[in-house]
């Protein structure tokens, strides 16, 4: 059974699967197509239970967040159970996603159910797993428009951002409001509070620590940094290590679908095979693929929300390397998140750039803050750059010899320095991003991604 699958480059790439994760992937399908109203249009695109698993997965439709809006929450709990009932008895709640308005989703919050999944995460970096057990310390460092306890018009006394064992550090929503006084805050909070594990989202964190850098203060250096809510880019994360010498690791998931992968302490991402089934889509070999691709992310476990191969967002990095130094072989193994897919730019040829690549391009420039760039038309690019560095015409030229090595020689470049990049709506920094539709679609290799094996 192990051997047939579809939409992995099989030939370069054979990822192992436990039994109990083609058991899964079939309970979930069936339930979902048998009983979860939203799946019951999918019924015609399964092939039947005399085909492989992973087959009848690669022959149904992709979920989308607008197919969860149109659904959710009703249309994703299977047709015995009763919500009203769960939401009484305390087992599920109703949350909202940030974001704009046409972002936003109301999903069933199912605590019990997302506890286990980050457990489960745990195991997969030797740091989370033996500092993480449930009862530890943690600062989060976030967006309160993600997560934590808002208030923008007055500061929120420490016991009033405490939640049993989480000490949330910011209430702002606006980290371009952040004070000296703000930041001097949540420095003395650390040294109080004395979190084993800090979790944060990488671009605060970086503004943390650039200030704490240029401050010469000294900071509590917990036992370990989380990442999550956003990739951190090179300048995020060199800023970061630059105040904290403990082991970072980056947390992967979304809130439809739990904790997805975690980075273990070799760098690699694994995949959180107890809890959620990953298909890969690979891009067309012009874009990147076969071992760029797509992910689409099955939930298990959770009785009360089926959510079957949704697009998360995020183009990911397959590892191919083959070797497993922390000896996790189980699921698929990334050797990069490469970024969301909203976030994507092209060539002047036309040609896909994740916010990863773009972000290994431009790391050699020395002493960036932050970025962004925006291409405006197929062939017109926007760098804004924030930085310290007082000699802008070097820089120019460095910034534009790069973006024109990655883009293409007939790009037209600008370069333009900012005090700050702001967050988007949804409270998250984005690094990337064309301004004209970019349809992800496109450019996945349909050919890889419903192969026939019985
Ligand atoms: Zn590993």
């Known amino acids: 059974m192990g051997n047939a699958y579809c939409c992995q480059p099989m030939s370069l790439f054979s990822p192992v699967f436990s039994k109990e994760y083609y058991r899964l992937s079939l309970k979930v399908l069936e339930t979902?197509?048998?009983?979860?109203?939203?799946?019951?249009?999918?019924?015609?695109f399964d092939p039947g239970d005399d085909c492989h698993v992973d087959f009848r997965y690669a022959s149904m439709p992709v979920l989308t967040k607008e197919d969860i809006r149109n659904h959710s929450p009703q249309g994703f709990v299977p047709m015995d159970r009763n919500i009203q009932e769960g939401s009484m008895n305390k087992e599920i709640e109703f949350v909202e996603t940030s974001g704009t308005v046409n972002e936003r989703v109301t999903n069933i919050w199912n605590q019990k159910w997302w506890d286990a999944s980050e457990r489960a995460s745990w195991k997969l970096n030797s740091y989370t797993s033996k500092?993480?057990?449930?009862?530890?310390?943690?600062?989060?460092?976030?967006?309160?428009?993600?997560?934590?306890y808002k208030s923008d018009d007055k500061p929120l006394p420490m016991e009033k951002r405490k939640l049993a064992r989480f000490l949330y550090l910011n209430e702002k929503t606006n980290p371009l409001s952040w004070s000296r006084k703000h930041m001097d805050r949540m420095a003395k909070e650390l040294e109080k509070?004395?979190?084993?594990?800090?979790?944060?989202?990488?671009?605060?964190?970086?503004?943390?620590?650039?200030?704490i850098i240029e401050s010469g203060k000294i900071v509590f250096q917990p036992g370990l940094i989380v990442l999550t809510y956003e990739l951190p880019t090179s300048f995020h994360y060199r800023q970061i290590s630059q105040v904290f010498n403990?082991?970072?690791?980056?947390?992967?998931?979304?809130t439809e679908t739990g904790y997805v992968f975690m980075q273990c302490e070799h760098g690699k991402f694994h995949q959180n095979t107890e809890f959620c089934r990953v298909d890969f889509q690979p891009l067309k070999p012009e874009h990147g693929g076969p071992f760029l691709g797509r992910i689409l992310v099955t939930t298990f476990n959770n009785l009360w929300y089926y959510i079957v191969r949704f697009d998360i967002g995020d183009l990911v990095r397959l590892d191919e390397s083959g070797s497993y130094p922390c000896g996790r072989e189980s699921g698929l193994t990334l050797?990069?998140?490469?970024?969301?897919?909203?976030?994507?730019?092209?060539t002047c040829n036309g040609?896909?750039?994740?916010?990863?690549?773009?972000?290994?391009?431009?790391?050699?420039l020395e002493d960036i803050d932050e970025y962004q760039l925006r291409q405006e038309t197929q062939e017109t690019y926007h760098l804004h750059i924030v930085t310290r560095r007082k000699d802008k015409r070097t820089l120019n030229r460095e910034a534009a010899e790069i973006l024109g090595k990655l883009y293409g020689e007939k790009a037209e470049i600008t370069v333009s320095y900012e005090k700050a990049v702001a967050p988007e709506p949804s409270g998250k920094y984005r690094v990337s991003g064309a301004l004209f539709p970019i349809k992800i679609d496109a450019f996945i290799d349909e050919r890889r991604c419903l192969q026939k094996k019985m």
């Open 193 to 211: 509070f004395k979190p084993e594990v800090l979790e944060a989202n990488p671009s605060l964190l970086a503004k943390l620590c650039r200030y």
């Open 131 to 148: 500092i993480m057990n449930g009862s530890h310390l943690e600062a989060i460092l976030a967006n309160p428009l993600n997560v934590g």
């Open 351 to 364: 040609r896909l750039v994740t916010m990863r690549e773009l972000d290994n391009a431009l790391n050699v």
């Open 335 to 346: 050797s990069a998140v490469e970024g969301r897919t909203n976030d994507v730019t092209l």
């Open 32 to 44: 979902a197509l048998n009983q979860v109203p939203a799946y019951e249009p999918w019924r015609a």
């Open 246 to 254: 403990v082991p970072i690791g980056s947390s992967y998931g979304s």
